[in-house]
């Protein structure tokens, strides 16, 4: 267990926002799909990124690993010997839930105990309409699915637990040899993760027909196809820095797609209205700092961003006021829970209700934060100990779920960061 000590300091310089996990991991799963090899250029290497390597690995994906690229060689996923360990990584264990059900024979899927906890039974339920055979076991958490010929069909979920679900019946749409109908029964939250889906699939070969309102989708059977995939960068990642530069300085973050279509590039837009100035180059972006004030949000497409606008919010002059934040609470902690727990440490009146949080800011002071073991909340309070000082950040180490090299990259920009082992 690793302890951070942030003390208060002067930041400003420019950095370079590490890859997209989420496009990462989507990259890997549709080249291990296409026959023949692929080039991931430019991967976010991490522990959900490496979770998701391991997994393929076992089902007989050859990977050549190059700094900056990674040679996938897929289209031949065959049953594995052993369980598939996803360590706390959702993203792979729900997209290989959905994959395993492609391949012949059983496939054992565990979890790290943060995975454990959050939900996949209505992607389970989806894929029984389709004629799998999966099951959920608590104990231990582990996700059985019996593989086969995907015969395909029509299937429904709600759209409000997690987009996860979408995107992983979605990868897996065009093998299915009738084709594949999705319905979704609620309002899609979180669209901006379901298009980069689509995006990704497409740069793989495969289209698919999504309604204006994306409550459908219709795939027909196709073929993944090999290519090189470039990987941007990961603005949720880069919200932490960013947000840096409105509280102490001014920052400057490269390897940012302005025209992405991650939903967390809203962290630009949120800190214009908060009263940062922002200048955006063709890729990168630039934030100076400000008297922050108070705003209303909803994060039902971007949540999250939660962490890093709960901080900036309890900076600020006034009232904040989120919604759209219920989800939230199934991450790799209740978020929402965390971020009141960790600034009413601070000093911050905060109102916490199932799908509002009310911030109250004002002047942050030291404490020593429980970060729940989840990167978003180490990152987001640290942003704050560079402004109030002494702030301690427990169970550090979590950064390196998607950010490794967060502790590094604060320092470089002149963040006072000492980290203790316990």
Not at 18 to 41: Q, V
Not at 43 to 71: C, F, I, Q
């Amino acid at each position: 267990m690793m302890k951070a000590l942030i003390s208060r300091s002067n930041l400003s310089g420019r950095v370079t926002a590490p890859s997209s996990k989420s496009y990462t991991i989507r990259g890997l799963l549709c080249a291990a799909l296409a026959t023949g090899e692929s080039e991931i250029i430019r991967p976010l290497g991490s522990d959900d990124t490496e979770a998701s390597l391991g997994v393929l690995g076992k089902l007989g994906v050859r990977t050549r690993l190059e700094k900056d690229v990674w040679h996938i060689h897929g289209g031949s996923l065959r049953e594995p010997e052993g369980d598939l360990f996803c360590r706390d990584s959702a993203l792979t264990l729900r997209f290989m839930t959905a994959i395993a059900s492609t391949i012949p024979g059983a496939c054992h899927l565990t979890a790290g105990p943060s995975l454990a906890r959050r939900p996949i039974e209505p992607l389970l339920g989806a894929l029984r309409q389709l004629g799998v055979d999966c099951r959920f076991h608590a104990t231990p958490a582990c996700v059985e699915v019996a593989g086969r010929r995907l015969t395909g069909g029509t299937t429904s979920l709600p759209g409000n637990i997690s987009s996860q679900f979408i995107s992983a019946l979605l990868l897996i749409s065009p093998l299915a040899e009738k084709g594949m109908s999705i319905r979704v029964t609620t309002p899609l939250e979180s669209q901006p993760f379901v298009a980069m889906t689509l995006e990704c699939l497409n740069i793989f070969g495969v289209e698919v027909k999504a309604s204006e309102d994306w409550r459908h989708f219709d795939t027909a059977r196709q073929r993944y196809r090999p290519t090189r995939y470039m990987v941007e960068g990961d603005w949720s990642s880069a919200s932490y820095l960013v947000a840096l530069g409105a509280l102490g300085g001014e920052t400057t973050v490269e390897n940012l797609n302005p025209q992405s279509l991650q939903g967390d590039k809203a962290i630009v837009d949120f800190l214009k209205e908060m009263g940062a100035p922002v200048d955006i180059g063709e890729n990168s972006v630039k934030v100076g700092s400000a008297r922050l004030k108070g705003i209303k949000a909803d994060f039902t497409d971007c949540i999250d961003l939660l962490p890093t606008m709960a901080v900036l919010a309890g900076a600020a002059e006034g009232r904040s006021e989120f919604t759209g934040i219920a989800r939230a609470r199934l991450k790799e902690s209740d978020r929402v829970a965390a971020m009141r727990e960790g600034l009413e440490r601070t000093g911050i009146r905060v109102i916490e209700e199932q799908d509002r949080l009310i911030i109250e800011g004002g002047s942050p002071k030291a404490a020593v934060i429980d970060s729940k073991n989840d990167h978003r909340v180490a990152m987001a309070f640290s942003m704050l100990g560079t402004l109030a000082g002494g702030m301690v950040i427990e169970q550090a180490e979590c950064v390196s779920k998607t950010f490794p090299e967060f502790w590094d990259i604060l320092k470089s920009l002149g963040g006072s960061v000492k980290l203790d082992e316990e």
